[in-house]
């Protein structure tokens, strides 16, 4: 699995958070790679995207930069 601690991704994610009223809702869709990291399969990789997420690290970066989780895919 990758964690994404900087970059484009936590850049963003945080200027979003900012653009959010408070007590606001912001939905967020992007592929879920975690297939790619479970079977290895890197052949999946798509060039035009620069981060990969899973449900995991996809909430871990929301909830850093200080949106809680309503709601996923689980």
Do not use: Q
């Not at 990291?37 to 620069?50: V, Y």
């Not at 997420?53 to 909430?59: A, Q």
Request: charged share 20%; proline share 1%.
């Amino acid at each position: 699995m990758i964690a994404l601690s900087s970059g484009c991704g936590s850049i963003f994610m945080s200027d979003l958070f900012n653009l959010v009223d408070v007590g606001g809702k912001c939905l967020v869709e992007v592929p879920d790679s975690s297939v790619i990291f479970d079977r290895l399969s890197f052949a999946e990789l798509w060039d035009e995207h620069l981060n990969y997420f899973t449900e995991e690290n996809l909430t871990a970066l929301s909830e850093r930069v200080g949106f809680s989780k309503i709601f996923g895919a689980s």
